[in-house]
């Protein structure tokens, strides 16, 4: 290959990566609620002359994709347990908030109305979580329940972001960093996140606990089906938006050496059996062993283009639980 051409990929997925992280402010996290493996619902955002198009589309493997919503800021998206419903956060100045959609019926509803709602993730009994910006500088978590009730899980000066519940139910795993995290470009001119702590939460609110080194640098958490490991990406390098790489990892949920699943993998997310992971890049959506053995298969090409010549890009694929036969 090239050096040419090792430079256009390269610079490729420089630019997926940062409109990935500007279209979503803060990277998506989730947990993988135990079942079968249903179908992977995914962000395609497509380039052309008027701007963005696309929405969220559901893919089964070895099927073809079909369109849930038409809505080109649609992003975020966090099955039930039950695999019914999706919710996705919606970024349109029109209609902003966080929403759900039935999955069976194609209804969606909007649960909250506020832009700076992030990251939804559900939770069992139908709750959502999210990080909502408060008091004018920072992120704080809340708990919505079936029936639209809010409750505040914390409230401090930093900035408590990326909310995942663990697949029991019975616990929140969050980021906190000292203030908002935000993009301004990659390469030269590149802000990096600021250093930040994983946490976790009781769903009460109750017994806070820092969890250490787990997922240091890490963005997109999502925590295997069987509530033992966490799954998050990294962004590497700098200078230049050639140099950037993005790497998926795995380590121990409460502790232990990472290891490295790919180096060229953004958003993982377990399969509901906790077999496989899949995960996007500048080619399109992937799947994989979760233990990184064997060759990754290719689920969904994008066909990447520079803005300039039309194109599109997939990010924050979720994979749905199906109950067991």
Request: proline share 8%; net charge positive; charged share 20%.
């Amino acid at each position: 290959m090239s050096t040419g051409v090792r430079k256009a990929g390269r610079a490729a997925l420089a630019a997926v990566i940062f409109f990935c992280l500007l279209a979503a402010s803060s990277p998506h996290a989730e947990a993988t609620f135990p079942g079968r493996p249903g179908s992977i619902v995914f962000n395609l955002k497509k380039f052309h002359t008027g701007g963005f198009s696309g929405g969220l589309f559901m893919l089964r493997p070895g099927k073809e994709p079909r369109q849930l919503t038409n809505n080109p800021t649609d992003h975020d998206p966090s099955f039930s347990p039950d695999g019914d419903r999706l919710v996705f956060r919606r970024t349109d100045t029109a209609k902003p908030g966080i929403y759900i959609l039935n999955i069976r019926t194609g209804a969606a509803a909007r649960v909250t109305s506020r832009e700076s709602d992030l990251t939804p993730a559900f939770g069992p009994d139908r709750t959502v979580v999210f990080s909502r910006f408060v008091d004018g500088h920072s992120y704080d978590l809340f708990l919505r329940s079936s029936n639209g009730g809010l409750r505040r899980l914390t409230s401090s000066q930093e900035s408590d972001q990326e909310p995942v519940f663990t697949p029991d139910g019975k616990r929140i795993i969050f980021s906190r960093s000292p203030g908002r995290i935000t993009f301004s470009a990659l390469g030269r001119g590149r802000k990096q996140p600021q250093a930040y702590g994983l946490y976790s939460i009781g769903i009460d609110g109750s017994k806070l606990k820092a969890l250490g080194n787990v997922g240091k640098g890490g963005l997109g958490f999502d925590i295997s089906p069987d509530g033992h490991r966490l799954l998050f990406f990294q962004v590497k390098g700098g200078g230049t938006p050639e140099e950037v790489r993005v790497e998926a990892w795995s380590q121990a949920l409460y502790g232990g050496k990472p290891q490295l699943l790919s180096s060229n993998a953004m958003y993982p997310t377990y399969s509901p059996n906790g077999n496989k992971i899949a995960y996007s890049n500048q080619e399109g959506l992937w799947i994989r062993d979760a233990s990184a053995g064997g060759s990754p298969t290719l689920l969904f090409g994008t066909n990447y283009l520079p803005y300039q010549e039309g194109g599109s890009f997939l990010v924050e694929p979720a994979w749905q639980p199906l109950p067991p036969r």
